[in-house]
Structure formats: structure tokens, C-alpha cells
């Protein structure tokens, strides 16, 4: 798994991963996707430990997307984990979300967080937002990745 990761999808719900999945694809962003199904199985993924101890840590995603509300540790606590190190702090985190909670959006944004956008409903509807966040996140933005 040393190949360079455009994105990493953490979310529990297989069904929203698979139509994200399906929508960076259609529009040909995001050639190299690693979907995660927990917050505890993401921070292991991101620090090269636990099952991916053997993952080269400098090898970065460009972008993460984030669900909230996930089995074993919360969004909210990988967002606090990944901008409170050094080493992940730059990596872009956009959230993608059900949960339209103001205490939710502000603890994002206090954390860290580069976008919080909640789910639109439809698949059309999803697709077309996944595609334009996978668009600027991956082809527009400049990202300063820090390889510490």
C-alpha cells in the first residue's frame, strides 16, 4: 500500500461509500481510493500502526473524507487526533455528514476541519457534491502536505 493515495474515505455506512466511490471515479478523480469503515482503523491507517504498521507513514492522502458518526471512535475524535499532530496536521479534512448539529459544525471547525458538508440526499444529488468536493480538494486546491 505504497502507492500514492488521492483520498482516504472514512465511512461506516457501505452504501454512501460505495456512491462516493462511484462518483470520483465516474468523473476520473481520485484514481488511487482507500475506504476505511471505522475512526480507529483511520488513525492506525494515517500513523502507520496496528494492522498498517507496514504502510509508509510519508505516504499521504491528499484528502481525507470524513463521516462522524462512526463504531469505535467518532470523526470528531479523528479530527481532533489528525490536526492536533504535527506529522497530519496539513492534510485537507473535509467532513461529510448527516448530522446538521450546530455542536457538531463548530467543534469542526474549532478542531480544524477544511469543509464540513452535510450529506445531500439522492444519489444524484450525492454524486454531484462528492464530484465537485473531489474537484477542488484534488485539482484545484494547492495543498501543503507536511512529510515530517
Known amino acids: 500500500m505504497d502507492t500514492e493515495i488521492e483520498i482516504l474515505l472514512v465511512e461506516d455506512d457501505i452504501s454512501d461509500a460505495e456512491m462516493a466511490i462511484r462518483a470520483l471515479k465516474k468523473q476520473r478523480i ?8 471505522d475512526g480507529a482503523e483511520a488513525i492506525d491507517f494515517i500513523f502507520a500502526t496496528g494492522n498498517y504498521e507496514n504502510r509508509n507513514a510519508n505516504n499521504k492522502p491528499k484528502m481525507i473524507l470524513l463521516d462522524l458518526k462512526m463504531p469505535k471512535v467518532s470523526g470528531i475524535e479523528v479530527l481532533k487526533t489528525l490536526k492536533s499532530d504535527e506529522r497530519s496536521r496539513s492534510i485537507p479534512v473535509v467532513v461529510l455528514t448527516s448530522s446538521a448539529e450546530d455542536p457538531d459544525i463548530r467543534t469542526c471547525y474549532e478542531l480544524g476541519v477544511n469543509s464540513y458538508i452535510i450529506k445531500p440526499v439522492g444519489f444524484e444529488n450525492f454524486s454531484a457534491a462528492v464530484a465537485k468536493l473531489g474537484m477542488y480538494w484534488l485539482l484545484l486546491n494547492n495543498p501543503y502536505i507536511n512529510n515530517k
Open 30 to 37: 481520485g484514481n488511487h481510493i482507500v475506504h476505511l469503515k
